[in-house]
């Protein structure tokens, strides 16, 4: 039998990062996001710089979180562009959650330009302290 020491869910958000990050060629595709574990909850944070909050646009689906916005050129009639490098039109990314994260109580804001998705984490997943038994109570453990 082989024990180890491994964190589901910063397994789980390396796989998607790398997965991600093979798929744009290293690039985030619009949308960067950190992703930070914490005690009774996971942060997601994506960056969104000068994105109407109005076209944000965060759902949930059989274990993928998916969030999505929309940056519209507001170019007036005689506006000549001559330099493009911001991205417009809609970004869409997707993340697999863990079946530890409680998919029915995510809460989702948006200000100076990052959107924060907050997922608890289920009271079952959650560490908790193991008791020791001692005396007579072990022979009915051990074998």
Known sequence: ???????????????????????????????????????DDVLLRFDLPGIDPDSIEVTVDRGVLTVGARREEALEEDDRPFLRERRMGA???????????DAERIEAGYSGGVLTVRIPVLEKAKPRKVEVRRGKDVKAIVA
């Not at 789980?12 to 991600?20: I, T």
């Not at 970004?91 to 079946?99: A, C, G, H, I, N």
């Open 1 to 39: 039998m082989l024990l180890t020491t491994i964190d589901p869910f910063v397994q789980e958000f390396e796989r998607q990062f790398d997965r991600l990050a093979r798929a744009t060629l290293g690039e985030p595709a619009g949308m960067p996001m950190d992703g930070v574990r914490r005690k």
């Open 91 to 101: 970004f869409t990314r997707r993340v697999y959650l863990s079946e530890h994260l």
